[in-house]
Nanobody
Framework: QLQLVESGGGLVQAGGSLRLSCAASGHIFSNLLMGWFRQAPGKEREFVAALRWSGGTFYGASVKGRFTLSRGNARNTVYLEMNSLKPEDTAVYYC?????????????????WGPGTQVTVSS
């Protein structure tokens, strides 16, 4: 089993920055894929970014150029640096993981999810 825990959410003004962290514990897959999704009230879960531990990062169109996904030195932590935040970035952000040779953008490919962390961007 793999457990995920997010941290770093909060309230920020438009144009500001936040950094989210996701720490994995338990069984770490050999082809580890870790991603971030977000869900605003009344909307579907949206792909934000994903990273393959062996290489390869992909971003959703709405965050490309503003968000950066990186991994920590330990094989269990990723960081989502969010810059130039907009009110439309307000959502619950979820960390997700699974084993994959490809970068996946659809939530159904991820079998493990964290509880989520709220990000609120005020105008």
């Amino acid at each position: 089993q793999l457990q995920l825990v997010e941290s770093g959410g909060g309230l920020v003004q438009a144009g500001g920055s936040l950094r989210l962290s996701c720490a994995a514990s338990g069984h770490i897959f050999s082809n580890l894929l870790m991603g971030w999704f977000r869900q605003a009230p009344g909307k579907e879960r949206e792909f934000v970014a994903a990273l393959r531990w062996s290489g390869g990062t992909f971003y959703g169109a709405s965050v490309k150029g503003r968000f950066t996904l990186s991994r920590g030195n330990a094989r269990n932590t990723v960081y989502l640096e969010m810059n130039s935040l907009k009110p439309e970035d307000t959502a619950v952000y979820y960390c997700a993981a699974d084993s994959s040779l490809l970068v996946r953008t659809a939530p159904e490919y991820y079998g493990y999810w964290g509880p989520g962390t709220q990000v609120t961007v005020s105008s």
